[in-house]
């Protein structure tokens, strides 16, 4: 069954600190892995893709990472702020149609608190 | 560049009642999602659009229908509305051309069925 795993369900940390979000998956065949932030009230909107061959990617004070082999991804944010205090979503596409479904993970909901 | 708009923001709709929730996107996407998110759980697709003229259902369809008669416009119906309908709506859209494309998403539509 195609699924996408996350954890923690939510996490509180303290502003400035660094915190990583994991996802595990076991979509096939995978085309690609995208972490999405999700303010509240809001859309999700894209932080950063991950392909098959890549293994970090950065954007900013997030950073991903991507094992295809053990199926697992983390999404590291490192000094966090206030700003960060949103859900944060794994999203991973098939590649089995032209259509490209998207799998969502149910999210990591992160308070960062002053 | 409005992106993707969602109409209405939020709904508060009786049992039995009936609505339509336009999604206009303006980049001249291909494709065009509905989904749905309800408290820890992830989003999940109720109808798809390839193209004007084309619709899909996806993995929650049962209650809703959809029309995609303009390119830029996709409409979810629910014809008899159910407490069980009681969600959060967003619309999605991107652009054909491979997996690697991103989604935009709308604000989110909150609906309540009461």
């Known amino acids: 069954k195609n699924q996408v795993e996350q954890s923690p369900q939510s996490l509180i940390i303290l502003e400035g600190k660094n915190c990583t979000l994991q996802c595990n998956y076991t979509v096939s065949p995978f085309s690609n892995l995208r972490w999405y932030k999700q303010d509240t009230g809001r859309g999700p909107v894209s932080l950063t893709i991950m392909t098959f061959s890549e293994n970090t990617k950065s954007n900013g004070r997030y950073t991903a990472t991507l094992d295809a082999d053990t199926k697992q991804s983390s999404l590291h944010i490192t000094a966090s702020q206030l700003s960060d205090s949103a859900s944060y979503i794994c999203?991973?596409?098939?590649?089995?149609?032209?259509?490209?479904?998207?799998?969502f993970g149910s999210g990591t909901r992160l308070l960062v608190r002053p | 560049n409005a992106g993707v708009t969602q109409t209405p923001k939020f709904r508060v709709l009786k049992t039995g009642q009936s609505m339509t929730l336009l999604c206009a996107q303006d980049m001249n996407h291909e494709y065009m999602y509905w989904y749905r998110q309800d408290p820890g759980m992830g989003l999940r697709l109720i109808h798809y659009?390839?193209?004007?003229?084309?619709?899909a259902k996806g993995e929650v369809p049962d209650g809703y229908n959809v029309s995609r008669l303009k390119k830029q416009n996709f409409l979810l119906g629910l014809e008899s509305a159910a407490p069980s309908q009681t969600s959060v709506y967003f619309c999605?859209?991107?652009?054909?051309?491979?997996?690697?494309?991103?989604?935009?998403f709308g604000q989110g539509t909150r609906l309540t069925v009461v």
């Open positions: 659009s390839v193209g004007e003229g084309t619709t």
């Open positions: 999605a859209s991107r652009p054909r051309e491979t997996g690697n494309t991103e989604a935009f």
């Open positions: 999203v991973v596409s098939r590649s089995m149609d032209s259509s490209y479904k998207l799998i």
